[in-house]
């Protein structure tokens, strides 16, 4: 079932699940629509598994990590358009100092991490304790520094 969230949802979310690795969460997290649709997780695995930008175009400075995210958040957008959806799907980028991903909220209310340019390897985490080693948190200051969705 595709759960409807509001806007003060979907933040709650996101701060209580992220807040600790953000540095100023009320300027870093943007959530844009006020409503959203939860994502399932087998859309998401389908979805990059079967897109041949996704599983072959990573071109170091040219179309990776981010460009990757931001192409899966615009294709779950047009997926809801298409899909004459109520709302958009939870479908969100997080970018670190190092890295950029996904991540939505699943058909459980949860939030799942993406690492959409490493999918075949890393996938996702959906565990709010292996968050900072999936996200590579670590003291040399890799920190989230944008959470859009």
């Not at 701060?15 to 844009?32: A, G, M, T, W, Y």
């Not at 590579?136 to 944008?146: C, H, P, V, Y």
């Amino acid at each position: 079932m595709k759960w409807l969230l509001d806007k003060y949802e979907v933040t709650g979310l996101i701060e209580n699940r992220l807040s600790h690795l953000i540095p100023n969460p009320d300027h870093q997290i943007i959530v844009s629509d006020k409503e959203y649709r939860t994502v399932s997780l087998k859309w998401v695995s389908n979805r990059i598994s079967s897109d041949e930008i996704l599983t072959g175009a990573y071109t170091e400075n040219v179309f990776d990590c981010e460009d990757m995210a931001f192409y899966l958040r615009t294709k779950a957008s047009l997926f809801s358009l298409h899909s004459k959806m109520d709302a958009p799907m939870a479908m969100g980028i997080l970018m670190t100092h190092i890295h950029a991903f996904n991540f939505c909220v699943d058909d459980t209310k949860g939030l799942t991490l993406i690492d959409t340019a490493n999918f075949s390897e890393k996938g996702y985490c959906r565990a709010q304790a292996d968050f900072e080693k999936f996200l590579e948190i670590d003291e040399a200051g890799n920190l989230i520094r944008l959470v859009f969705i």
